[in-house]
């Protein structure tokens, strides 16, 4: 069966799985914590608590489910990761339970599958069996199977290093990161021209009135100084305007007593 990739799964089946696997994230099943890989999510990994009162009591299985480029029309293959004795499990690992062959539903989601999996725990089928040996011994000697599973319980589903939380969240999230990253990224730009921008400052200091009161507007008049309009005044040049007006208004008041004298 070809593996599928985030690349090349249909974009309705990442969505729908980025929503399942946030939902186990933020809701897992009793006893079953998932872990995703972030490159790829047609692998997916659970690490399964031994339910109390079974032979694989206090032990910790990992398994992963492997989903292919038609799913969720062909049902995903499950694996056990961690050594396990049980009927339905082979020795490479292999699951063999109904949901995942025959009575397999497309709209069947991956916690109705972890959780038959873990059940598979609690109420193992020795007719199907794919280990022989943990089949027959079942059948006939309850006891002898019961000791088998946990001695390879003890040696093997040890406690593993827990999955990072939020990982699953924060992979599903990426996955929509892509798609509006551009827009964020204009919008961002957008907003920051105004900010940069001199013109901004420059427009808030002349409704002031008074340079004075709002002195974060002459660092940027000075920085962007382009033109001589845009420049502060300094002291010197109000002298020199002032001086100026002086003058002016001496010379007209000469020409006026000019004017009155020519008419005497």
């Excluded at 961690?82 to 009575?103: Q, W």
């Excluded at 972890?114 to 022989?132: G, K, M, W, Y």
């Excluded at 309850?142 to 593993?160: N, Q, S, V």
């Amino acid at each position: 069966m070809a593996m599928a990739t985030n690349e090349n799964l249909p974009p309705n089946v990442i969505k729908q799985l980025a929503k399942e696997l946030k939902n186990l994230d933020e809701s897992p099943p009793e006893g079953i914590q998932v872990g995703v890989n972030d490159d790829d999510f047609s692998i997916i990994y659970a690490d399964i608590e031994g339910p109390a009162g079974t032979p694989y009591e206090n032990g910790v299985f990992r398994m992963k489910l492997l989903l292919s480029h038609d799913f969720p029309h062909s049902p995903p293959k499950g694996y056990f990761l961690t050594r396990i004795f049980h009927p339905n499990i082979a020795s490479n690992g292999e699951i063999c339970v109904n949901t995942l062959k025959k009575d397999w539903n497309p709209s069947l989601g991956l916690r109705h599958v972890l959780t038959v999996v873990r059940c598979l725990l609690i109420e193992p089928f020795p007719e199907s069996a794919l280990n022989e040996q943990a089949g027959k011994m079942l059948l006939e000697n309850y006891e002898e199977y019961a000791r088998h599973a946990r001695i390879y319980t003890g040696i093997h589903a040890k406690p593993k290093p827990k999955f990072k939380s939020g990982a699953i969240s924060e992979s599903t999230t990426a996955l929509n990161v892509g798609q509006s990253i551009g827009d964020q990224k204009s919008v961002a730009v957008g907003a920051a021209v105004p900010v940069q921008s001199p013109l901004a400052p420059c427009t808030t200091a002349s409704k002031g009135g008074n340079s004075q009161d709002q002195p974060a507007a002459v660092g940027p008049m000075h920085e962007t100084g382009v033109s001589g309009s845009m420049v502060a005044p300094t002291a010197s040049t109000l002298k020199k305007d002032v001086g100026l007006a002086k003058v002016q208004a001496d010379k007209k008041k000469i020409d006026a007593r000019k004017k009155s004298l020519k008419r005497l």
